[in-house]
Nanobody, 125 residues
Framework: QVQLVESGGGLVQAGDSMRLSCAAS????????MGWFRQAPGKEREFVAT????????LYGDSVKGRFTVSRDSAKNTVDLQMNSLKPEDTAVYYC??????????????????WGQGTQVTVSS
């Protein structure tokens, strides 16, 4: 089992920056990839970013590419999401997730085995 806890959400204005963090504990040796997803009211959960736990390669959703950066600290078992140039449409609950190597595509929620509780990010215009 892997436990994930997000932190760092809150209320900011459009154009501001915010950093989210996800702390992993438990069987972290089983983690192959970490992902960030978000869910706005009335919408499906959306892929935001992912990082390979070992080598650190990253991929991003089209709506955040160039503004968000995902990074990890393997020694601390944390994954961060740096969000710059925030827009009101970035408002959502943000979740971190972990998956093993044999699950499905990185951009689908069903591929991930473990989820955090989520943290609210609100961007005012």
């Amino acid at each position: 089992q892997v436990q994930l806890v997000e932190s760092g959400g809150g209320l900011v204005q459009a154009g501001d920056s915010m950093r989210l963090s996800c702390a992993a504990s438990g069987r972290t040796s089983s983690i192959y990839r970490m992902g960030w997803f978000r869910q706005a009211p009335g919408k499906e959960r959306e892929f935001v970013a992912t990082i390979r736990w070992g080598e650190g390669s990253t991929l991003y959703g089209d709506s955040v590419k160039g503004r968000f950066t995902v990074s990890r600290d393997s020694a601390k078992n944390t994954v961060d999401l740096q969000m710059n140039s925030l827009k009101p449409e970035d408002t959502a609950v943000y979740y971190c997730a972990a998956k093993g190597p044999t699950s499905g595509p990185y951009y689908t929620t069903v591929s991930y085995d473990y989820w955090g509780q989520g943290t609210q990010v609100t961007v005012s215009s």
